[in-house]
């Protein structure tokens, strides 16, 4: 965590909308069809350009060096294909400089070691589709 308290406070703010707004979002995408999946991706892409945004043109969200910002956002790489794939869209051509970073995360190696592969993620979410009935 950063010592400056506003800094701080600005990196608790976004870990909280992060927690609340990716994994609800992201489940929006893997479990809509129709209009309520083109509404789902509209909005999840929304949240990911608030973050984009917000990280700029830093290389991590703290600037120079990986935190807490960056702790709370980089699992759900591994769950962009599987929304990408579900919601028949790229993150990539919509957020580029978040994936840039995302690829920069993944050159750590506690990180790299502790996220699951995209696509045993993209093949749970496929399990999931079929017990909950969505395919």
């Known amino acids: 965590m950063p010592s400056d308290s ?3 406070a ?3 703010f976004w870990a909280d909308f992060i927690d609340k707004k990716m994994y609800e979002g992201g489940t929006k995408v893997w479990t809509s069809k129709g209009e309520d999946l ?3 991706k509209t909005e999840y892409i929304k949240t990911l350009k608030l973050l984009e945004g917000e990280l700029g043109d830093k290389p ?3 600037g120079e060096t990986f935190g807490y910002v960056d702790v709370a956002l980089v699992p759900f790489y591994s769950w962009f294909y599987a929304y990408e794939t579900c919601g028949n869209f790229s993150i990539g051509a919509e957020c580029p400089t978040l994936i840039a970073w995302a ?21 749970f979410v496929l399990h999931l589709r079929k ?5």
């Open 10 to 12: 600005q990196a608790r």
């Open 60 to 62: 991590y969200f703290g």
């Open 38 to 40: 083109e509404a789902a």
């Open 103 to 123: 690829k920069r995360c993944l050159e750590k190696e506690s990180v790299a070691k502790s996220l699951p592969d995209q696509h045993k993620v993209y093949d």
């Open 6 to 8: 506003y800094q701080r």
């Open 131 to 135: 017990t909950f009935g969505i395919d």
